[in-house]
């Protein structure tokens, strides 16, 4: 069985005469980190949600061999009539018991240093509370490779080293592989290789 947790095999995708990816081909290995830079408007987020099953490509193939996936919006797609330690367990619904989800979701919260906004609504925090809401949500999922659009924008840079040595930690200790999208070279130099799109 081949290591690589994501092939995209002469993948073509794009949004009616506006052509993003052509003939585009690439594969990311269990536990490697992959940085995605380029301009604005240049298709890196819609090459994200394509390894991710989000969007299906015109054409090629995108093969996944993994059991389960996060996801780090740019613009985080928290639930607002949940509270933060409720968004942060959302994803363990039906698969772990609500005590345990939530007992979970403390240690996230302590690391993440979000845990006295545990019962506000999105509406009533941050954008970088925001933020770090949804990266606890994706490593509370135990995920196998996580998918991550500018992740860390919104932190100042205390805490977007701090959150990017988080994240990097997780992924070290559970061989999770790591797509990463930003404009920023330090949240880049995190990262295995980097391609350009």
């Known amino acids: 069985m081949s290591d690589d947790i994501l092939k995209l095999d002469n993948v073509s995708f794009g949004y009616g005469d506006n052509r993003i990816l052509n003939g585009f ?4 290995g269990k536990g490697e980190f992959l940085g ?19 969007l299906k490509p015109d054409s090629g193939e995108v093969l996944r061999n993994y059991a389960r996936a996060s996801f780090v919006f740019q613009n985080y797609r928290l ?6 330690s409720e968004n942060i367990v959302f994803p363990l619904k039906g698969r772990v018991p609500d005590d345990e989800s939530f007992e979970k979701a403390e240690k996230y919260m302590r690391m993440f ?15 970088g509370m925001a933020q770090r809401t949804a990266l606890a949500r994706a490593l509370i999922n135990e995920p196998d490779i996580i998918f991550m659009d500018e ?24 061989g999770c592989s790591l797509m990463l999208i930003s404009h920023f ?6 990262c295995g290789s980097v391609i350009s799109v």
Do not use: H
């Not at 860390?152 to 070290?172: G, H, M, P």
């Not at 070279?185 to 995190?190: E, N, T």
């Open 185 to 190: 070279s330090s949240d880049i130099g995190m």
């Open 151 to 174: 992740p860390f924008s919104a932190l100042d840079s205390v805490l977007r080293e701090k959150a990017a040595n988080l994240v990097r930690s997780y992924c070290e200790e559970n």
């Open 79 to 84: 639930l607002p009539w949940k509270t933060v």
């Open 113 to 127: 240093e979000i845990g006295d906004a545990c019962d506000l609504r999105p509406s009533q925090i941050s954008g």
């Open 36 to 54: 995605i830079t380029g301009r604005s408007g240049k298709g890196k987020t819609s090459l994200l949600g394509l390894c991710a099953g989000l």
């Open 25 to 28: 081909s690439m594969k990311l």
